[in-house]
C-alpha cells in the first residue's frame, strides 16, 4: 500500500506540531519546513481538523496546535482522515472489476489480512513515537522566541 502526499505530509505536521509542543504552530512555517505549498497545506488540515486531530487558531496570531496529545494519536488516526479508500488491490472495489472468484480467491484474503496488519502496526504507533531529539533542530524551531500564545 501507497500513501497518498496528503497522509504523508499531514504526519509531517502533526509531527512539527509535537516538536513546537506547547506553542501554536503557524502556517507559513510549517509549510517552508516541509518546503510546501500554504495551499496545499490548507487543503490537508481540513481532514485532521473535521477528525478532531488538530485545533486552528483562526486570525493573524492564530495557527494550528495537536487537540490532544501527541501520545494520544495514532498514525493510524491519520491515515483513516486521511486516506479516500484502502483498495490494495482492484478486486477491493466490486464496481471496478468483475471477478468471478472476488469471494473466494485465496489472493484476496491475503491482502485483506495484509491490510489489517498495516493498519495494526500503526495504531500501535503515535505521533510521540515518531518525535526524535534533533526533530526540532531539523525543522528549524527556535525555543528561543517569543510562543505564540495557545488559545483555550
Do not use: W
Request: with cysteine.
Amino acid at each position: 500500500m501507497r500513501l497518498t502526499k496528503q497522509t504523508d505530509y499531514a504526519i509531517r505536521i502533526l509531527m512539527y506540531c509535537a516538536a513546537n509542543e506547547g506553542r501554536l504552530s503557524c502556517i507559513p512555517d510549517i509549510a517552508a519546513a516541509y518546503s510546501i505549498s500554504e495551499t496545499f497545506l490548507f487543503k490537508i488540515l481540513s481532514p485532521l481538523k473535521k477528525g478532531g486531530i488538530i485545533q486552528t487558531v483562526p486570525g493573524k496570531n492564530g495557527g494550528v496546535k495537536l487537540a490532544r496529545p501527541a501520545t494520544h494519536i495514532t498514525v493510524a488516526d491519520v491515515v483513516m482522515e486521511t486516506e479516500e479508500n484502502f483498495f490494495v488491490a482492484e478486486c477491493f472495489e466490486s464496481s471496478m472489476i468483475k471477478c468471478p472468484l472476488t469471494d473466494a480467491c485465496g489472493l484476496n484474503s491475503t491482502l485483506i489480512n495484509a491490510l489489517k496488519a498495516f493498519l495494526h502496526v500503526l495504531s500501535e504507533t503515535t505521533i510521540a513515537d515518531l518525535k526524535r531529539s534533533t526533530t526540532r533542530d531539523r525543522l528549524g524551531l527556535d525555543t528561543s522566541k517569543e510562543p505564540r500564545k495557545l488559545a483555550s
